[in-house]
């Protein structure tokens, strides 16, 4: 399972992938089976979104998306994370 501290920080400083917020990011895990989660697991770093508090916390508990929703919802957090922190900078090729 891949780990980054450095990875989780450099999603924490970008803004929230969905609703824009700024200051108050959280490197969220995905809750998909396929990047590796699993009872008592998070998924792994390399499928992180940036979201804040509040974004993050109706993603886990939250009921204005269905089982459907919110796997669209969460492969699109990935994504816009994955473009923002390329295009920021934060996530360079070697």
């Known amino acids: 399972m ?7 920080r450099a999603v924490a400083d ?3 992938a969905h609703c824009g917020r700024e200051g108050a990011t959280q490197a969220a895990h995905a809750n998909l089976l396929e990047y590796g989660k699993g009872r008592g697991m998070k998924a792994s770093d390399a499928a992180l979104m940036a979201l804040c508090a509040d974004c ?3 993603l886990d508990q939250g009921r204005s ?3 459907a929703e919110r796997r669209e919802f969460q492969q699109t957090m990935i994504a ?3 473009v923002r922190l390329i295009e ?3 996530l ?3």
């Not at 891949?2 to 989780?8: C, D």
């Open 65 to 67: 998306m269905d089982k």
């Open 80 to 82: 816009r994370t994955l």
């Open 14 to 16: 970008l803004p929230c």
């Open 2 to 8: 891949f780990r980054s501290e450095k990875l989780r």
């Open 88 to 90: 920021s900078g934060r």
């Open 92 to 94: 360079v090729l070697a």
């Open 56 to 58: 993050h916390r109706e």
